[in-house]
């Protein structure tokens, strides 16, 4: 009996491979492949155009691209953005307050604002704050129907920049009203029952308690506002502000052989400019991220750092292999 046993014939001659020898093979995507060789193709073919189209000028734009006259512009366009952001900001707020209250001629107000504003194009609210001074010669501060107390010159007081951050802030008022209206709307609303219930002042549960959450949903919709707001600052140069664009446009006027380097001047300031928007955006929102998520977005330098891990680690493995 035990010779039989001895003697039988195993099922299988096959020995398993140890396990440091065993790999798992990715599972393929040759779609994907595909996909990024035509996108990659397509890339290289718009960068060599761009590089060897003698049309574009490059050293025209190289001349063109700090020359003192664009910086002026570009300076007066930085400070048109910067005025009326903050400017559209504080009255964005203050009108989705209105829209928020309980009072129906708060709220009717505030709608009629935001709807007039979002209907009429930009352009066209310039233009008649520009032209402001044909219909009104005087401001005047006083009793309605009755005796003025103070009396200003419109048309001393209505200056190119005023008359375009005016301008830009009414009409950013509007849109970024809505932004803050909705980013109220979306905390929780135990957040108000339970700030209500430790019974703080009104005042100080928005500005503590609701408003910061709120800026977590506020941040990208209005970052968005502001980038739109950059580009634009390019209307002003039609109530005579020379602003960046409109710089580009007087030296083109002045030099029509250049017309393509100073456009391509403009564009690569515009991209600059919203390039940086773009960053301050990523770490305002991971800032205001903290205590919503487990652990915060990396940074674009932690994304390098732990690529450059995956892939020594992924070389040593290979090489071990």
Partial sequence: MSESLGSAVPLSTTEPRPAAAQRVLPLRHPGRWIASAIVLVVVAQ?????????FFQWD??????????ILDGLLITLEVTLYSAVLGLLGGILIALARLSESPVLRAVSWVYIWLFRSVPLIVVLLFLYNFSALYKTLSLGVPFGPAFLTF??????????????????????????????GILSVDQGQHEAASALGLPKGYQFTRIVFPQALRSITPNYVNQLIGLIKGTSL?????????????QSMGSTYPGDIVPLLLVATAWYLILTSVVSVVQFYVERYYSRGALRSLPPTPLQKVRTGLRDLRARARKEAAI
Avoid: C
């Fill in 153 to 182: 010159d419109e048309s001393r007081l209505a200056t190119d920049m005023v008359v375009a951050v005016v301008g830009l802030s009414l009409n950013e008022a509007a849109y970024a009203a809505e932004v803050v209206r909705g």
């Fill in 46 to 54: 718009i960068v060599h155009g761009l590089a060897t189209n003698p």
């Fill in 236 to 248: 002003v140069f039609y109530v005579s502000l020379l602003d960046l664009f409109g710089s580009v």
């Fill in 60 to 69: 025209r734009f190289q001349y063109w691209f700090l020359r003192p006259t």
